[in-house]
């Protein structure tokens, strides 16, 4: 069950005595480990007892004791229980904490974020500037004491909405009669922009000298984004080019940062369902689907058991309609402009009027309660759905491959162009299907099952020569496996009720702490919360898909043609909501 | 050529002509070509941007409006379809985009944080609704608009060219046009409306002044 | 060969292709209205679509299932002279459980007693804040509050609806969602038959 990831089955504790001891506060897991042996240690959990894949790194204030702490999750390739081990600091700038990037580059980004967000220093960061919101902005903002300019009380609801809720602009109670708040004594009139030269800078350090013998010619910095229209969103990336080809590259995002765990942490628990809707916006079932599986966790209760089918129901449907846009968009950045897109999307529609008959929108289904389901499946959705996965998905997939696989044009474009193997995948914390298209097979439905994924018959997709012909293909595959666990749950499906908890909009979590992750069409979707028992969680961190999977692009890059960039960002199958949250 | 639309309806045409003939105004004229042929600046924010695009896709097809025409380059785009939510950080782009835009233009905002943040308004890196920097013609809530709301926005938006006239669009008027320019906002400790400037010293200075008083 | 694969993926839109006048033509000659009828949408938003998939808004509309949301509104009971009696009790269980707080609600006092009526004075929802995720009607106690299916509500201006503005009748939400508004009714009569038996048990014991 999903709780498997909670159990220890490494005692860190007895291999590093002195350095090393049990968490022991009511609800928690894992170890906190010394911040001086920090690197020893994480060398050890890594070669030693071989967790090789560090998925989330966070910071957390704990502003009460006085405390920083970094909470690291560590997870083995071949599957299993996880490992968490933290680190504690005191709260008193500088906060220093030693990067963990020798040892698994894949930390580099969240490192990054903690610092952006929470003002932890990582020494030894060969890069740590802020990732999130732009160099120069004031203050560290998912500190507990830090407030937003539309700052009104701690945590939901507000007093002012009812019962004398006379309608007020957020922007009357501001003093700057807007989303604003400047340092004191501020004066625009004497103030320099920050011109990026730390990015230009890090991008220069980062950039592959001449190679001896070749042409000497002109590097040549281009921005991309964060307006263009082969990015996917409002991503920019600053490229150094030699002629056509890649030399150095770095991503710079942020332009679509909605404040996702500040807003969370000031919500109840269930105000936030609709908040992960937006998260990664092609698949707000997935979304609803990892972060009630977190709370229930913290909940310890039960899921109804044909609840639970239905959640695997619409979260395999939405992995279908997401794969399939997958390929339009792929086919557009390629340059095929709107037919094979256009065709995805209709299959798409049918799909979404499927969400949308069950859950009442189209994107943001806000479908998923602690416990269950809001609402049952209608009998005439249901043979909808079959009909769609008995007849129309599978025929639909195989006119797509039969339109596109074999295109000549297609193959030149995909085949042996390399994106990446599996080590590399592996230390930078890629997941999804672009780690499974190098050959590992690592999907968390076998790997570390939860809801009733054990239950299906199925194989996990593995491609292996990571290339973009494989990463392509894979999606297909991925497609034909959800439509095997589709039919089966369709024809699994047990009648009964669909919550096994009773309709309240608020609800008791006990004080502890919970990791839980799902996977999401993108890649490992996580979700980390800290109860303290109150109504509204004091940590709730997302740990996105795409966000860590950008760590790899690179070192995927480099080398590469700029044409061919558009195509391999296409491959890691971003979607900005997610990765800048 | 749509005989009924542009015809003004209170002249009467010989019934032998009727169907040779043609009579409207220099205004009709001018906004039925303007208004069937809005090529939006092909450009997406955040989850608005997906059902703009389901909309541009076979179900809703607003290539029957002549809005098809996705331009990547704000030079050939005649409407800033702001679909989704405008961070503090994108803002910048968006005004220069908006600035590179040949009259006529319009912005819709599509879906509450265009309009004025929506679910993310109290974020501290989200404006609070773009109409703080541009002139907003027209209004779409819904969080996200429904490709057809969105279709249903873009009808507004052509009743509002229609009503328009050609002698007194400001962007003839020599004297009183000033090109609509919106100076670029900075980024600084927070987003600096570059226009405000003398305001936000004052608050500022003001509230140092109030906090240790 | 090469150009096989591209020949055959244009095989696939060929086809496509053919498909719209085909379909066409098959309804035309069972004698049907592909268009602009309810069954021609239907078959359009089904699994045998083909050809022509576009749904000409505003011209014809897909057909929303009932749970379709769009923005909340406030139902009324048409009393017997016309009056509007507003189901709301401002009990607040809305305003609370709105994950974006964007209702806002002013309870009515009684001006004697100063307690509280089950009345709202007035009633505000900020439809460019509202993030349409329909726990106002899915948590309100009374069936007071309930999601729209009118979408075409783009304005000139920024939107904040007043009670005036959100209220609409009974007779409209019973049109937009019969099962729900069948359901809802006979859960109430139920609880009123229930009422109204303890109401006579009551008296007859004493
Ligand atoms: S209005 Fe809603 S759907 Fe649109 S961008 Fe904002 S959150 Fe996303
Ligand atoms: S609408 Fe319903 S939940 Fe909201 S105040 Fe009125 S009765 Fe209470
Ligand atoms: S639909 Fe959601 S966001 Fe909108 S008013 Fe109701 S509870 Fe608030």
Redo the contacts between chains.
Sequence with gaps: MATATQTQTVDLAARFPGMVSADTRPGYTGFIVNKDNLIEVATAVRDEFGFDLMTAVTGVDYIAENKMEVVYHAFKTTGGAGLVFKVQVERVDPIEVPSLINIWPGVDFQEREAWDLYGIKFTGHPDLRRI???E???GH?LRKDWK?????EDV???K????????TY??EKN??R????????????K?T??KEEDLYLSLERDTAKDVDGSMKTEHIVVNMG??H?STH??LRVAVTLDGETIIGLKPVM??????HD??GE??TY??????TD?LD??NSMSNNFGYVTTIEKLMKIQVAERAEYIRVIMAELSRVQNHLIFIGMLMNDLGTMY?P???A??E???VL?IF?????????C?YFRFGGV??DIPDY?LQ?IK??VF??LPAKTD?ME??????????ARLKGIHVLNAEDAIKYSVTGPVLRATGVPYDLRRADPYSIYDRFDFDVAVRHNGDMMDNYLIRFDEIRQSLRILEQALKQIPQGPINSQK?A?QVRVPAGEAYGRIESPKGELGFYVVSNGKPNPYRYHVRPASFVNLTAVESMCKGSKIADFVALLAMLDIV??ELDR | MDNEKLSLPNYNIPQDIENVVAITTLDRLYNWGRRSSVWPLMFGLACCAIEMIAAQTARYDMARFGMEVMRPTPRQADMMLVSGTVTKKMLPSIIRLYNQMPEPKYVVAMGACASSGGPFKEGYNVVAGIDKFLPVDVYIPGCPPTPQALIAGMIKLQEKIDKESISKVRWYNKEKFDGNYVPMPLLGPDLIDVRRNTEIRDIAAKKTTQESA | MYGKGILKGLSVTWKRFWDTYTEDISWMLRGKKRYNTEEGIRHRSSKDTKGIFTVQYPEEQLIVPEEFRYVPFLVYDEGADGKKEVRCTSCGICAKVCPPQCIWIVRTNDPVTNRPVPVPTDFYIDMDICMNCGFCAEYCPFDAIKMDHDFAIASYERNVYNLNKLLKPASYYAGIRPENYAREEEARKAKEAAKAAKAEAAAATS
């Design positions: 999130l919101m732009w120069g902005f004031e903002p937003e300019p539309f700052y009104e939901k609801p507000y002012s909405r009812w019962p004398e809720g006379n309608h957020a922007e003093p700057y807007d989303n604003l708040n400047f340092p004191e004594g501020f004066d625009p009139e103030f922009v920050d964060p307006h229209p969103g409002v942020g332009y679509l940062h909605r404040n500040k807003i000031r919500n269930l105000q936030i369902i609709p908040y937006r916006y092609f037919t897109s256009l065709y999307f209709e798409r529609e049918l009027d949308e008959a069950v859950s009442g929108t189209r994107m943001m806000n809001v609402r959705v909808k009909d769609l007849e129309r006119e039969r339109f596109l696989n074999e295109n000549e044009v297609l193959v309709a909009y900005m909501g």
